[in-house]
């Protein structure tokens, strides 16, 4: 039982838009639909309002197909909130909430005490109460959402449809929305069914994402399943990051680094990041935007600076979780630091795990490779004062310590500029 959509074809004219689409919706579900504009996500939401019938298939809720359903019985059962709802009359909040209920009422009826107490509670689980008496005209952006969202709920649906409800507003707003329309289908037992151009927000709210692209359903599941970096840049045409959030649990979307959106002489300088723990993780994102070529290791299977390295594609020397760097990775990374023009010694903390990371460092400097290393190795120091001897022996080498990242981005424009001023 629910909503199922059924191989639907749709046009405009003679153009296609959308092409068999096939899914199910559950009561209780939240299913976001996601996709580049023009992909046909707002035509699918017209469809399943009946605002566009379908050349093809069929849209059944409950098993018995919509179009059967009169224009009252049909409004009783399916809400739609639009994009834009423009309400240029002065009305108040309340009267605005009270028209949900038109489909309910015969045709010279007038709102009873019920309707009444129907439109109160739902301004009410849509946190608009307080504003019942003033004017629609008067209401921010973000509070008319919640009006109009209230209007569709007083309809008493049993399918919510939503074109992109938290467009244009604040952050607030936007997860006060998300978390209403999440509350609707666990504890009203709602089909909610948004298009959501944020695709963070759909990764943490949605139950299940349906992806489209030139109007056909690329991919339909979980955000874990649907969200990866090859539907994203097939569809949306970009490179992504997609990570999973150590406490949530839930996928969160980033755009890839652009790599040589700086000048000339930085690009193709090699940097080997010595890094642990995610204290790298951002350091990556940065050299690699700024269009260095970066190496890593060693770092542990598993570490968040290892899964970032692998998102963005830097080649990265690791050693398996939990344990000490061995003979073999520490060959690798001395391989990798060789190669470098300059080695960059991460704010990271230092036991006996990882402790030849800095060994492989004092080496790097007898090589004659410029190092660079943050400053307070003491309070990361968890070897009893073995790293710390190596850092003040770094340091008495020529290593460069730095405070900061600012410091460490500028200290390396002025490396990469006596490096491209020794090529000429």
Known sequence: MGLKVRDVDAYYGSKKVLASIDFNAARGEFLGI????????????????????????????????????????????????????????????????????????????????KDIEIAKRCM???????????????????????????????????????????SHLD????????????????REGLIVIAVIHDLNLAAHYCDRLVLLHRGKVISIGTPESVLNTANIKDTFGVDAIVWRDAVTNHRYVLPAPVQNRYNERERGTRIHLICGG?????????????????????????????????????????????????????????????DAD?????????????????EAAKRASELGKPVLIFNGIEE?????????????????RGAIVVKDKEELFNRLEFIVGGIRGNCN
């Not at 019942?132 to 399918?159: C, D, F, H, N």
């Not at 770092?299 to 760097?325: K, M, R």
């Not at 300059?342 to 800095?358: H, I, K, T």
């Open 34 to 113: 996601i996709g580049p504009n023009g992909s046909g996500k707002t035509t699918l939401l017209r469809t399943i309002s009946r605002i566009l019938r379908p050349r093809k298939g069929a849209i059944l809720l409950d098993e018995r197909a919509i179009e059967e359903l009169n224009e009252r019985d049909f409004a009783c059962k399916f809400a739609l909130v639009p994009q834009e709802t423009a309400i240029n009359f002065e009305f108040s909040a309340l009267d605005i909430v009270l028209m949900g209920r038109n489909p309910h009422l015969g045709r010279w009826e007038l709102e009873s005490q």
């Open 124 to 166: 009410e689980l849509t946190n608009c109460w307080h504003l019942a008496y003033r004017r629609i005209t008067e209401l921010s952006g973000g509070e008319k959402q919640l009006v109009i969202i209230a209007r569709a709920l007083t309809q008493e649906p049993e399918v919510l449809l939503l074109d992109e409800p938290t």
């Open 171 to 186: 952050i607030n707003y936007q997860i006060e929305i998300m978390e209403l329309l999440k509350r609707l289908t666990t």
């Open 278 to 338: 995610g204290a790298g993780a951002s350091l990556m994102h940065t050299l690699t935007e700024r269009g260095y070529r970066v190496t890593v290791g060693v770092v542990n299977l598993l570490d968040t600076d290892c899964e970032v390295a692998q998102h963005l594609g830097i080649p990265v020397v690791t050693e398996a979780p939990f344990s000490p760097i061995a003979d073999k990775a520490l060959h690798e990374l001395m391989v990798m630091i060789q």
């Open 342 to 358: 300059a080695v960059v010694v991460s704010d990271m903390p230092v036991g006996f795990g990882n402790l030849r990371n800095l």
């Open 380 to 396: 990361r120091d968890f070897t009893g004062g073995e790293a710390t001897k190596l850092f003040v022996g770094l340091k008495s």
